[in-house]
């Protein structure tokens, strides 16, 4: 078939409908990258073993500080101290991830797309 027998979008399509929807799709992009951008500046923070170790990370997953009671530091037992910084760190990226799916699940829903971590 020519060029010129094809027609697109099929039924011929109203380019004034497709300019709006492109500008509309623009526009969500440009509101997913804000607030892409925001979710880095919010933070999460947890605390395990009771409060001796606190953890904050950034929505985007940076670890952005770590408290340690100096209590909990013993020597002869790195050992629990370990566990409570993975501990820590894996609340911390639960919680950020969380978040993620609160900021961004509504650019998501409706669409009938699962984006892991988003959704």
Known sequence: MSRRGRRFPPGGGDRSQQRQMMQQLQHLQEEMLQAQ?????ETVEVSVGGGVLKLVMTGHQK????DI???VVDPEDVEILEDLFIAAV??????????ASERMGRFTSGLGIDIPGLT
């Open 37 to 41: 951008e925001e979710l880095g500046e």
């Open 63 to 66: 670890v952005q500080s770590v």
């Open 69 to 71: 009671d100096p209590g």
């Open 90 to 99: 894996n609340e911390a990226v639960d919680r950020s991830q969380e978040l």
